[in-house]
């Protein structure tokens, strides 16, 4: 069963700062990996799809990046600004399903 | 992106009542939808999955005859929870995937939170 574990579990960062968020896997065999954004009690919203034959993706000031011999993945996010403030969650996409992570929560302060 | 609607957005209900959750896709149609829960500070758990005009196939521990989904239309799936109770309560969140099979992205609808007094 595939197993996905993000880290940190939360992070508190001042506004301007680039940080990483980690992700990791226990079964290399996925077809896609996507990392997504969760407000306080509202859905999700997909920040970017990365597939298995690939190594990252960008987007504005998103990076994510996949390994999947090694079962990790980050999600560079550059010049941190308050509204980037929610929970990150990583999915690893298999045959059938996503698996998620349980989610970094970040808080950017002004 | 694609956008996924789902109705009601927050629901309260007895316990012993049923509930009915449904989630469209408003501008693609859905070959295959996802149905998950989350509890609080926990990460989304499959609860089943559906693809239009079959029947569901629901995660091992999920009880399909207390989960009743139904997959009628390529826009629309809904998720029936029958004789609902407290431990029932949670943010149950849908997701709609094209024709593109598993290397498709999943569009997420923005939830229904159910709690059952």
């Known amino acids: 069963k595939q197993e996905v574990t993000q880290i940190p579990a939360a992070l508190s960062v001042p506004e301007g700062e680039n940080l990483v968020l980690n992700c990791s896997f226990t079964?290399?065999?996925?077809?896609?990996l996507q990392w997504f954004r969760q407000d306080p009690g509202k859905g999700l919203t997909s920040l970017l799809l990365?597939?298995?034959?690939?190594r990252e993706q960008t987007s504005g000031r998103l990076n994510a990046s996949l390994d999947k011999s090694s079962g990790r993945s980050t999600l560079y996010i550059a010049a941190s600004q308050p509204g980037d403030s929610a929970t990150y969650l990583c999915a690893v996409g298999g045959r059938y399903a996503l698996n998620f992570g349980k989610g970094t929560s970040l808080l950017v302060t002004p | 992106g694609a956008v996924v609607s789902q109705h009601p957005s927050r629901v309260i209900c007895k316990s012993g009542t049923s509930v009915k959750i449904e989630c469209r896709s408003l501008?693609?149609?859905?070959?295959?939808m996802f149905w998950y829960r989350q509890f609080p500070k926990q990460s989304l758990m499959l609860m089943a999955t559906?693809?239009?005009?079959?029947?569901?196939?629901?995660e091992q521990g999920v009880e399909k005859d207390k989960f009743l989904i139904n997959h009628a239309s390529l826009t629309l799936s809904t998720l029936t929870v029958t004789s609902a109770h407290p431990e029932d309560s949670s943010f149950y969140i849908c997701?709609?995937?094209?024709?593109?099979?598993?290397?498709?992205?999943?569009?997420f609808g923005p939830g229904t939170r159910l709690t059952v007094l």
């Open positions: 079964d290399s065999a996925i077809y896609n």
């Open positions: 559906s693809n239009e005009g079959s029947k569901a196939t629901y």
């Open positions: 501008d693609f149609q859905a070959t295959t």
């Open positions: 997701s709609a995937r094209g024709a593109g099979g598993v290397t498709d992205t999943q569009y």
């Open positions: 990365i597939q298995s034959s690939q």
